[in-house]
DNA sequence: TTGAAAGCGCTAACAG
DNA sequence: CTGTTAGCGCTTTCAA
């Protein structure tokens, strides 16, 4: 830290007020003892103390944000649009991971909020109105991206349900007799949050409703490559595989791939979100673009027109754009 | 935000410093008062306010972080690792990126100053004496990783060097008569700190020196993919191809593959850093790892040294660990 | 046009 | 064992 507003009116021989009116323009102030100070300003580099501003304005132009992890490629997006975003509009981004632990989630919420953050942007694992009380009584901004806590919490997500329903009408038209549903995260719906996926395998099963002739076969939990790996066996007929997370298709790929299976020849294979490594996986995969920029941008833009204690709709849903491959 | 220690103070009929007392176990406490403040805490679930503590004591314990961003593979990696890290002892991170913009990392690097980070860990894109001086300036420890800014500065990172010269010999025990070494940061020397990437082409002719028999090329710059295809082209024996980041064989790959040349048949190719999307990347790609948790771990160690006050050794190196794959 | 004084919420030295 | 007081560095009335 270089020198304290108190050193700078010493210097200056003013006081600190005068000191203040001269560096942000407020108030009527001599042109001549001004350009003083802000000589003298210059000189000894003089920087306000963010953390005493924060303290007396209330206001820290930091935003908060908890998500799972940054391991996850999703959120490694996610997390590089905010921050880009952030800075647009002047704020630093306070950043913190919950690891799909629900006590981490509330600690780290609890204490971005003691930290005076202006608004936060989370990724939950929770749900239900207790937990939109806990929200609300943090007295703080929040936008929930994802997963949906409660009906009345602001959200930014994807229409995720009308996406899969086109994607596996999409599928049956290219005449699979089989489509498998992989979501994995379906196993935990009791203990987590998996709004996300909920959303998409409700698609999933619409759209297959109305193809009854198709056979249809839903696989969660983590074992899912093996139990993929069994349904192709099994068959019954030319069998395509609608996984709920591209990196959910890479592993199955991945896995067949030791067994022997091509995928086109043997077996389709669709996922969702567009990671940006898909780049780099051939054959290209099909898959739908979840489009996290555009999530991210419009979080952070509903965050600051909360903040701003602005009356907003509480939900935006953002476009999702089918990605063709070669793996149908 | 709840309530201030001042109103617990008020509701507890005490002044702030018993609460104080109450809360933190410092000095002697009549143990009934001490329970019954306790209580009263919980009740109105008291929680201090981190800024004002902060401007008080000095310490905020939140670290910053200046990367170039998180869309990069690696540092997305390694933010993960630090955030875990700091997370175990009590510390939060502060998220800044430098997006290559040597203006805009000084700028993160004054805020977090201002905001009054007990430290910093940087992937600086400067280097140079006045550089150091301008870091020294911060009054804030400082870790550096990757890029090495200036000898004296705290840094940690792997030995590069040494990881090149020896990949370079097993792949010149191969049999390639061609080897080219893919380092297209070095076109930005001039501009940028490219030390990680210096220091891998350094061991890479290191190694050539030694085998003159072997021919031995360097590309440079960003339209690499191109040029490295014009040199398969030219051949003159069989090639191998040596990338001073995965992310640039993996482009290379890709755009070998849709021009028809096939890994291992035509072409011979490894990598550096290991990084995480390579599980799904076939051929497995040969490569060196980098080890981001080690270097993430050490880094904050390293700072919390430092922020101790403790006479530490300045630089860390750690092990980088060779990745067989099937490219080579 | 300038300055004095209060206060943000906390910690810490010093009295009692 | 407890309270008073001062102060971190800034902003913001209010008065001169």
Redesign the pocket.
């Given at each position: 830290?270089g020198i304290?507003?108190?050193?700078?009116?010493e210097l200056c021989?003013?006081?600190?007020?005068?000191?203040?009116?001269a560096?942000?323009n407020?108030?009527?102030?001599?042109?001549?003892?001004?350009e003083m100070i802000l000589k003298k300003a210059k000189e000894y580099d003089?920087?306000?103390?963010l953390?005493?501003?924060g303290?007396?304005?209330?206001k820290t132009f930091y935003i908060g944000v908890v998500i799972m992890d940054s391991d996850n490629r999703y959120f490694s997006q996610m997390l590089n649009a905010i921050v880009r975003e952030a800075r647009k509009k002047g704020y630093s981004v306070n950043i913190t991971f919950h690891e799909n632990n629900a006590d981490i989630e509330k600690e780290q919420l609890c204490r971005l909020v003691d930290y005076r953050v202006d608004g936060i942007i989370l990724s939950s694992i929770r749900k239900g109105t207790d937990y939109r009380k806990f929200l609300r009584g943090l007295n703080t901004p929040v936008v929930t991206i994802d997963n949906k806590v409660a009906k009345d919490l602001p959200f930014v997500g994807i229409n995720g349900k009308k996406a899969t329903y086109e994607a596996a009408e999409q599928i049956i038209e290219k005449g699979y007799e089989k489509v498998v549903l992989v979501c994995p995260p379906l196993a935990d719906a009791a203990r987590e949050n998996v709004y996300v996926h909920e959303e998409r395998a409700a698609g999933f099963t619409k759209a297959m409703r109305k193809h009854p002739a198709v056979k249809s076969v839903i696989i969660d939990g983590w074992d899912y490559a093996k139990k993929a790996f069994q349904e192709l066996e099994e068959a019954g007929g030319r069998t395509a595989f609608f996984c709920t997370a591209d990196i959910f298709a890479l592993e199955i790929m991945q896995y067949f791939r030791e067994r022997g299976k091509k995928v086109q020849r043997d077996y389709g294979i669709m996922g969702f979100d567009n990671i940006d490594i898909l780049r780099y996986i051939s054959p290209k995969l099909c898959t739908i673009y979840n489009s996290v920029e555009e999530v991210a941008r419009n979080a952070v833009d509903l965050l600051f027109a909360l903040m701003d204690e602005e009356e907003v709709p509480a939900e935006r849903i953002v476009d999702y754009i089918p990605v063709d491959g070669e793996t149908l």
């Open positions: 830290m304290t507003s108190k050193e700078l009116a021989g003013v006081s600190r007020t005068t000191v203040h009116r560096l942000y407020t108030g009527r102030i001599n042109p001549e003892t001004k003089f920087r306000p103390d953390l005493a501003r303290l007396v304005t209330g």
